[in-house]
Nanobody
Framework: QEQLVESGGGLVQPGGSLRLSCAGS????????MGWYRQTPPKQRELVASITRSGITNYPDFVKGRFTISRDTAKNTVYLQMNSLKPEDTGNYYC???????WGQGTQVTVSS
């Protein structure tokens, strides 16, 4: 069974940067697309970045130009580089394997001065 573990969250000032990691327990990234999501209750979970099996990336307008998703299949890890962070970026960030529907447990990001 796949296991995904997010890390890299924390407290950062507006305009700052964070790099999130999502590590898999096995070789699970070579044949599945991946996505990063965030949720700030009671708001619904929303997609912030995705990457296909072939490496094509996609972003919603509210993060485009600020967030970058990437992967290292040799390390079974997907990353989310977040720059120019805003207070509204605050939330719990989750990674997901599209092929299996598996979710990680999340990592908290707080953007506050």
């Amino acid at each position: 069974q796949e296991q995904l573990v997010e890390s890299g969250g924390g407290l950062v000032q507006p305009g700052g940067s964070l790099r999130l990691s999502c590590a898999g327990s096995g070789s699970i990234f070579s044949d599945s697309g991946m996505g990063w999501y965030r949720q700030t209750p009671p708001k619904q979970r929303e997609l912030v970045a995705s990457i296909t099996r072939s490496g094509i990336t996609n972003y919603p307008d509210f993060v485009k130009g600020r967030f970058t998703i990437s992967r290292d299949t040799a390390k079974n890890t997907v990353y989310l580089q977040m720059n120019s962070l805003k207070p509204e970026d605050t939330g719990n960030y989750y990674c997901k394997l599209f092929g299996s529907g598996r979710w990680g447990q999340g990592t908290q990001v707080t953007v506050s001065s």
